[in-house]
């Protein structure tokens, strides 16, 4: 089993920021990737950003400049640093992480369950 643990969502007013936490453990052989979505209520999941164990990022047009992508290879962690929060940018944001497991050959998708991010006007 692998198990993604979020942490840091909350609430905060616009200008403010936020720093989320996600942790995979488990019957991990390897990572290849981490990253987040974030999905509003009634929209789809978006992707926000990820990284890949080499370190190449990927970013959201709505977010670049704002939000920051960082990772822990040695402690299967990823980090998403959000600054000048909108309004918009609320939604229930998920980690994901591509893994390896020991009894397997291929590369799958696990998530975390979601931490909620509210931005105030």
């Known amino acids: 089993q692998v198990q993604l643990v979020e942490s840091g969502g909350g609430l905060v007013q616009a200008g403010g920021s936020l720093r989320l936490s996600c942790a995979a453990s488990?019957?991990?052989?390897?990572?290849?990737?981490m990253g987040w979505y974030r999905q509003a209520p009634g929209k789809q999941r978006d992707l926000v950003a990820s990284?890949?164990?080499?370190?190449?990022?990927n970013y959201a047009d709505s977010v670049k400049g704002r939000f920051t992508i960082s990772g822990d290879n040695a402690k299967n962690t990823v980090y998403l640093q959000m600054n000048s929060l909108k309004p918009e940018d609320t939604a229930v944001y998920y980690c994901?992480?591509?893994?390896?497991?020991?009894?397997?050959?291929?590369?799958?998708?696990?998530w975390g369950q979601g931490t909620q991010v509210t931005v105030s006007s």
């Open positions: 994901y992480a591509n893994v390896r497991r020991y009894s397997g050959r291929a590369y799958e998708s696990r």
């Open positions: 488990g019957s991990i052989f390897s990572i290849n990737a």
């Open positions: 990284i890949t164990t080499g370190g190449s990022t």
